[in-house]
């Protein structure tokens, strides 16, 4: 008689322990890395401004998971002095940068909180104009649980807008290396909900969990963001400094086996480069939707 092995269960606090310790490490990276994200992101940027409605000053907005800071600070002085922005993420590392950060840039309208974006509920109800989250909200275990802390969050008629990737396809930069390392690794295919960077991206799935959420006028965009760098080593550089959910599937592997599957995705990416550098497959999705 054959015996079926059932995958283990996700474990969600286990994978927020690992994401806060792996940004906590990576978070001198992300933010040398700033510069080139505010580019390679900086369309998705404004239009996640622009659904959000932050067109003006004055707002106060909430940005859940936001880093090391740089889209926070662009959304302050969009806000000017008689708004504010109130950055929170899981790690503390990152947001001592965004905070220095806003210091520099001589902004007095930006605060920071280490905060779980899935416990928003610390948060006083009704206190923010827009709630916003760059290539966040994909992470959360419990994205419903996300939104719900956001829309508590929010007067009424305030806007949630967030940026996620869209499909594998689109994303070759992205899911060239995600399937090196989950075939080198013998790594199952993902448990339905689990969280990922591909998780919000297939055909309507974003409009749907905000929808279930108990958002409305519920719009989504896709802005092509292509990665463009001087060449394929140049990206391996990137995602192998900034990338914690690569790592965290390669925790199985040796260092040897790690090395040769950054080489193996190296090699794979130089198929985007020319002589005008490497330029990466790249799409993501900007939805927003009304409490």
């Not at 400094?241 to 995705?265: P, T």
């Amino acid at each position: 008689m054959s015996t079926v092995l059932q995958q283990p269960a996700f474990d969600a606090a286990a994978f927020k322990t690992t994401t806060r310790a792996q940004w906590q490490a990576a978070a001198e990276a992300w933010h040398r890395w700033g510069p080139f994200l505010g580019d390679w992101l900086g369309e998705a940027t404004e239009t996640m401004f622009e659904l959000a409605r932050i067109i003006g000053p004055g707002s106060r907005v909430l940005d859940v998971a936001a880093g090391a800071g740089e889209q926070s600070i662009s959304a302050a002085r969009r806000v000017g002095e008689g708004g504010c922005v109130l950055a929170t993420d899981i790690a503390p590392a990152l947001l001592e940068r965004a905070a220095a950060d806003a210091r520099a840039a001589g902004l007095a309208n930006v605060e920071t909180r280490e905060l779980d974006g899935e416990a928003l509920d610390a948060l006083p109800a009704a206190s923010f104009d827009a709630a916003i989250s760059r290539v966040g909200l994909i992470y959360f275990p419990d994205q419903q649980r996300a939104l719900a802390g956001m829309k508590r969050a929010l007067r009424p008629g305030g806007r949630v807008a967030a940026i996620v990737y869209s499909t594998p396809e689109r994303n070759a930069f992205f899911s060239i290396p995600v399937k090196i390392i989950r075939e080198r690794a013998q790594l199952p295919p993902p448990l339905p909900g689990q969280p990922g960077p591909f998780s919000l991206g297939a055909e309507g799935v974003l409009e749907a969990a905000f929808a279930k959420a108990g958002l409305r006028d519920i719009e989504v965009r896709k802005v092509p963001s292509p990665v463009r760098l001087p060449s394929a080593a140049e990206c391996v550089r990137f995602e192998r400094e900034s990338f914690g959910a690569l790592h965290q599937m390669m925790v199985s592997l040796s260092e040897a086996q790690r090395a040769e599957a950054w080489q193996a995705i190296e090699e794979a990416l130089r198929a985007f480069e020319s002589g005008d550098g490497f330029v990466g497959p790249c799409e993501m999705l900007v939805g927003a939707g009304t409490v």
